[in-house]
């Protein structure tokens, strides 16, 4: 059985990132597949975004909330 953290790194589908909603804190994260290892970026809403790691407290939140957006979502947040 998957681990949320792997379902939700297998979300991406088509595109080359994934992008979750952390609600409750009001975030929006986005992931990416750099030469095989995501890399992290968090965004407040209207504010832009910046890099962080995988075991920050928001984007740990956002993977166990699984709350997918879509990258048009993201852009807009």
């Known amino acids: 059985m998957k681990g949320t953290h792997d379902q939700v790194t297998n979300l991406k589908g088509g595109d080359s990132a994934g992008y979750l909603l952390n609600d409750y804190e009001d975030a929006a994260i986005r ?8 890399v992290w970026f968090l965004k ?12 920050h407290r928001l984007v ?14 993201y852009e807009a947040f």
Do not use: H, M, Y
């Open 31 to 38: 992931f990416e597949d750099r030469e095989g290892q995501n």
């Open 44 to 55: 407040f809403k209207g504010e832009k975004e910046f890099q962080v790691e995988r075991s």
């Open 60 to 73: 740990t939140d956002a993977i166990l909330e699984n709350a997918t957006i879509t990258r048009e979502e």
